[in-house]
C-alpha cells in the first residue's frame, strides 16, 4: 500500500502526477511524531483514531455538582415546541388528547398517533442541531424530554445533573452531537443501502479519498511505531551482549590482566553479528516507513486544502442531517425489537432506570472499560500483521430499548483504521446486555468482513457457522452467536459452563479472554486447563 508516492487516484482527481505530490509541501515535523495530540478538522470535535491507544480513560467526573436549572422553566413545553409550526401544533393537540384520555383503547390510539408526530416535529429539531441549539431543545434530542412534568423529580434532579461535554473526548456521542458532526462535515453519513453517492460530486469523491488517505497515513504510523519499538528491542539485546563481552576476571597469577574469553563469550560474538545485521536491516525497513508516512501526510495535507479552498467555510448540510435523521430512527426501532416500547418521549410511565443504568456518556465508558478487562480484543482489527485499538462511534439514542446494535463494522473506503458504528438505547432494562450485544454484533460484522466470500468456512464466524449446522439449529446464527457472546462474558469469564463444548473452544481460541481472567480460570476447572494448554501449545508451535 505505501509506495512512497502520491496515491494514483489522488493524483488524478488533484490533476498531478505522483512525484508533484512531494513539492510544494513541507514534510512534517517529526518531532511530535508520536504525540497524542491530532489534527485540527474544524467544525465540531471529532476524536480521530488514535491507534497507540492502549484503554479508555479514567472517568472524573460523572454529574454536576450544580443541577441546572432548565427544568424549573415554567415555558419549558412552550419553547420546546417553538418554531416547528403545524408538526408542534399537531404534536401538542395529540398529546392533550393522549393525557386526557380515559379509555385505554383510545390512549393506544392517541399513542400510536403521538409515535409518528413526535417523530417529524423531532426531525425538525435535528435539522438545527449543526446551529446553535437551546437547552431545551438540547435536551428533546438527547433525553427525549418533551415536557418536565412528564418525569419525577428525582428524575429532573438527574438529568439535570448530566455532565454535557465530552470532556474525555472519546467517540461516544448524543443525538444533538451526533447530528451535528454529520451536518457539518466532520462525520460522513450512515451507510444506507438506499443512498448511493454520485460518482460525478468531485468534492464528495475527495472526501472519500481523504477517508482513505487518513487511513493509510494512521496505518504508516502506526507501523513506524512498531518498527521503532522493534530496533529498540534490538538495540537492548545488543547492549547486552556486549556487556557480557565485556566483563573480564584477573587471569590467574596476573591480578592486572584480564583473562581470555570463555568459550560461552566466543559463542556471543555470533550473536553480536546477527543482531548487527537484524539492526541494518530493522533501519531500512525505518527509513521506509518514515517514508510512507511523509507521503501519506503530505496526501492528507493536499486533499485537507484542497477541501478548503473548494468548500470554503463549513456549511451545514440540511440534507445530511436529514437522511442521517431517518437513519437514526431505523437503528431507534431495531435497538427497541418489534414487540418493544416505541413511545420516543421520556415520561416516568416508562422510565425505570437507576442512575447508573441510564445509557450516559459516562456510564457507557465505564461499562466498556470493563469488557474490555475481560475481552481485551473487543475493539481490535488486524492490519498488516497487527492488530489496531479502534473504538467505535457510539450513538447514544434515548429509546426504551434493550438491544445495542452494530450499523456498521468500519467505513468501506477506509478499513485500515476507520471506526464503525453501533447504537446503545439509553433506558434499557439492563445497560450491560444493551453493550454486550452492540459489541457481540460489532465483533461479529468484523469477522465476517474480514473472512469476506469464506466466512462460512473460515475464521470465528466459519467455525462458529459449522457448529450451528452441525446441530441443525433454526433461526439467524448471528443472534444465536450474540446469545453465546454475551454468555461468554458474564458468565463463562467467572467459571460458569454454560456454552456448548465446542463453542467454548472458538470462542477462547478467537475471543480470547485477558491473561489475567485465563489465569484464574485454569485453576477453577479442568476444562478451562486444558483449553490454557492448548493456548501454550499452539505458541510452542507457532501456529497461533
Same mark, same amino acid.
Request: net charge neutral.
Given at each position: 500500500?505505501?509506495?512512497?508516492?502520491?496515491?494514483?487516484?489522488?493524483?488524478?482527481?488533484?490533476?498531478?502526477?505522483?512525484?508533484?505530490?512531494?513539492?510544494?509541501?513541507?514534510?512534517?515535523?517529526?518531532?511530535?511524531?508520536?504525540?497524542?495530540?491530532?489534527?485540527?478538522?474544524?467544525?465540531? =470535535?471529532?476524536?480521530?483514531?488514535?491507534?497507540?491507544?492502549?484503554?479508555?480513560?479514567?472517568?472524573?467526573?460523572?454529574?454536576?455538582?450544580?443541577?441546572?436549572?432548565?427544568?424549573?422553566?415554567?415555558?419549558?413545553?412552550?419553547?420546546?415546541?417553538?418554531?416547528?409550526?403545524?408538526?408542534?401544533?399537531?404534536?401538542?393537540?395529540?398529546? &392533550?388528547?393522549?393525557?386526557?384520555?380515559?379509555?385505554?383503547?383510545?390512549?393506544?390510539?392517541?399513542? &400510536?398517533?403521538?409515535?409518528?408526530?413526535?417523530? =417529524?416535529?423531532?426531525?425538525?429539531?435535528?435539522?438545527?442541531?449543526?446551529?446553535?441549539?437551546?437547552?431545551?431543545?438540547?435536551?428533546?434530542?438527547?433525553?427525549?424530554?418533551?415536557?418536565?412534568?412528564?418525569?419525577?423529580?428525582?428524575?429532573?434532579?438527574?438529568?439535570?445533573?448530566?455532565?454535557?461535554?465530552?470532556?474525555?473526548?472519546?467517540?461516544?456521542?448524543?443525538?444533538?452531537? +451526533?447530528?451535528?458532526?454529520?451536518?457539518?462535515?466532520?462525520?460522513?453519513? %450512515?451507510?444506507?443501502?438506499?443512498?448511493?453517492?454520485?460518482?460525478?460530486?468531485? &468534492?464528495?469523491?475527495?472526501?472519500?479519498?481523504?477517508?482513505?488517505?487518513?487511513?493509510?497515513?494512521?496505518?504508516?504510523?502506526?507501523?513506524?511505531?512498531?518498527?521503532?519499538? *522493534?530496533?529498540?528491542?534490538?538495540?537492548?539485546? !545488543?547492549?547486552?551482549?556486549?556487556?557480557?563481552?565485556?566483563?573480564?576476571?584477573?587471569? *590467574?597469577?596476573?591480578?592486572?590482566?584480564?583473562?581470555?574469553?570463555?568459550?560461552?563469550?566466543?559463542?556471543?560474538?555470533?550473536?553480536?553479528?546477527?543482531?548487527?545485521?537484524? !539492526?541494518?536491516?530493522? =533501519?531500512?525497513?525505518?527509513?521506509?516507513?518514515?517514508?510512507?508516512?511523509?507521503?501519506?501526510?503530505?496526501?492528507?495535507?493536499?486533499?485537507?486544502?484542497?477541501?478548503?479552498?473548494?468548500?470554503?467555510?463549513? *456549511?451545514? =448540510?440540511?440534507?445530511?442531517?436529514?437522511?442521517?435523521?431517518?437513519?437514526?430512527?431505523?437503528?431507534?426501532?431495531?435497538?427497541?425489537?418489534?414487540?418493544?416500547?416505541?413511545?420516543?418521549?421520556?415520561?416516568?410511565?416508562?422510565?425505570?432506570?437507576?442512575?447508573?443504568?441510564?445509557?450516559?456518556?459516562?456510564?457507557?465508558?465505564?461499562?466498556?472499560? +470493563?469488557?474490555? %478487562?475481560?475481552?481485551?480484543?473487543?475493539? %481490535?482489527?488486524?492490519?498488516?500483521?497487527?492488530?489496531?485499538?479502534?473504538?467505535?462511534?457510539?450513538?447514544?439514542?434515548?429509546?426504551?430499548?434493550?438491544?445495542?446494535?452494530?450499523?456498521?463494522?468500519?467505513?468501506?473506503?477506509?478499513?485500515?483504521?476507520?471506526?464503525?458504528?453501533?447504537?446503545?438505547?439509553?433506558?434499557?432494562?439492563?445497560?450491560? @446486555?444493551?453493550?454486550?450485544?452492540?459489541?457481540?454484533?460489532?465483533?461479529?460484522?468484523?469477522?465476517?468482513?474480514?473472512?469476506?466470500?469464506? +466466512?462460512?468456512?473460515?475464521?470465528?464466524?466459519?467455525?462458529?457457522?459449522?457448529?450451528?449446522?452441525?446441530?441443525?439449529?433454526?433461526?439467524?446464527?448471528?443472534?444465536?452467536?450474540?446469545?453465546?457472546?454475551?454468555?461468554? @462474558?458474564?458468565?463463562?469469564?467467572?467459571?460458569?459452563?454454560?456454552?456448548?463444548?465446542?463453542?467454548?473452544?472458538?470462542?477462547?481460541?478467537?475471543?480470547?479472554?485477558? &491473561?489475567?481472567?485465563?489465569?484464574? !480460570?485454569?485453576?477453577?476447572?479442568?476444562?478451562?486447563?486444558?483449553?490454557?494448554?492448548?493456548?501454550?501449545?499452539?505458541?510452542?508451535?507457532?501456529?497461533?
Amino acid at each position: 500500500m505505501f509506495q512512497g508516492e502520491m496515491d494514483p487516484e489522488i493524483a488524478a482527481l488533484l490533476g498531478t502526477s505522483g512525484a508533484a505530490g512531494r513539492g510544494g509541501i513541507r514534510p512534517p515535523d517529526y518531532s511530535s511524531l508520536f504525540d497524542d495530540g491530532s489534527d485540527d478538522i474544524g467544525a465540531v =470535535d471529532a476524536p480521530e483514531v488514535d491507534i497507540t491507544e492502549e484503554h479508555f480513560p479514567e472517568i472524573t467526573k460523572r454529574s454536576e455538582p450544580v443541577p441546572r436549572q432548565v427544568f424549573n422553566d415554567p415555558n419549558y413545553y412552550k419553547k420546546a415546541l417553538a418554531g416547528e409550526g403545524d408538526r408542534a401544533q399537531r404534536v401538542h393537540t395529540i398529546v &392533550q388528547k393522549y393525557v386526557n384520555a380515559k379509555d385505554p383503547k383510545d390512549r393506544g390510539v392517541f399513542r &400510536q398517533q403521538l409515535i409518528n408526530a413526535y417523530w =417529524d416535529f423531532l426531525l425538525g429539531v435535528a435539522q438545527k442541531a449543526a446551529g446553535r441549539l437551546s437547552e431545551i431543545h438540547k435536551n428533546l434530542l438527547r433525553f427525549g424530554i418533551l415536557h418536565p412534568n412528564f418525569m419525577a423529580p428525582e428524575d429532573k434532579d438527574f438529568f439535570s445533573r448530566t455532565v454535557e461535554d465530552n470532556y474525555l473526548n472519546q467517540p461516544v456521542y448524543y443525538l444533538d452531537e +451526533w447530528f451535528k458532526a454529520v451536518g457539518t462535515g466532520v462525520i460522513r453519513n %450512515s451507510s444506507t443501502d438506499e443512498v448511493r453517492v454520485a460518482r460525478s460530486n468531485t &468534492q464528495v469523491k475527495m472526501q472519500q479519498l481523504m477517508e482513505k488517505a487518513m487511513g493509510k497515513r494512521d496505518g504508516a504510523r502506526n507501523l513506524l511505531k512498531a518498527k521503532s519499538e *522493534e530496533r529498540g528491542i534490538l538495540e537492548h539485546a !545488543l547492549l547486552e551482549k556486549v556487556q557480557f563481552v565485556t566483563e573480564h576476571y584477573p587471569l *590467574e597469577g596476573f591480578s592486572d590482566i584480564s583473562s581470555c574469553y570463555t568459550e560461552s563469550q566466543k559463542r556471543t560474538f555470533q550473536d553480536v553479528q546477527e543482531l548487527i545485521k537484524n !539492526l541494518v536491516k530493522s =533501519d531500512k525497513e525505518l527509513e521506509a516507513f518514515m517514508r510512507d508516512f511523509n507521503q501519506a501526510e503530505i496526501d492528507v495535507h493536499t486533499l485537507r486544502t484542497k477541501l478548503e479552498e473548494e468548500g470554503g467555510a463549513i *456549511e451545514v =448540510d440540511v440534507k445530511a442531517i436529514g437522511t442521517e435523521f431517518e437513519t437514526v430512527r431505523q437503528m431507534a426501532k431495531m435497538t427497541i425489537g418489534r414487540q418493544g416500547n416505541h413511545f420516543p418521549i421520556m415520561t416516568r410511565e416508562y422510565f425505570r432506570c437507576n442512575p447508573n443504568a441510564v445509557g450516559t456518556r459516562e456510564n457507557i465508558l465505564t461499562q466498556l472499560t +470493563w469488557l474490555e %478487562s475481560i475481552d481485551p480484543e473487543a475493539f %481490535s482489527r488486524s492490519y498488516k500483521n497487527r492488530l489496531n485499538r479502534i473504538v467505535p462511534y457510539v450513538v447514544l439514542i434515548p429509546s426504551y430499548g434493550d438491544t445495542g446494535i452494530c450499523w456498521e463494522p468500519f467505513d468501506r473506503f477506509n478499513r485500515a483504521t476507520s471506526r464503525g458504528r453501533v447504537a446503545l438505547p439509553m433506558y434499557p432494562k439492563n445497560l450491560t @446486555i444493551a453493550v454486550l450485544s452492540a459489541v457481540a454484533d460489532l465483533r461479529w460484522q468484523v469477522a465476517k468482513e474480514k473472512a469476506s466470500y469464506y +466466512w462460512m468456512e473460515e475464521g470465528l464466524t466459519g467455525n462458529y457457522y459449522q457448529w450451528f449446522t452441525s446441530r441443525k439449529l433454526k433461526g439467524d446464527v448471528k443472534e444465536y452467536f450474540i446469545e453465546d457472546y454475551i454468555t461468554w @462474558i458474564t458468565k463463562e469469564s467467572d467459571a460458569m459452563q454454560k456454552l456448548d463444548k465446542e463453542v467454548r473452544g472458538i470462542f477462547w481460541r478467537y475471543i480470547p479472554f485477558a &491473561q489475567p481472567v485465563k489465569e484464574r !480460570l485454569k485453576g477453577r476447572s479442568y476444562i478451562y486447563q486444558e483449553l490454557y494448554q492448548r493456548d501454550v501449545n499452539r505458541s510452542l508451535s507457532d501456529g497461533y
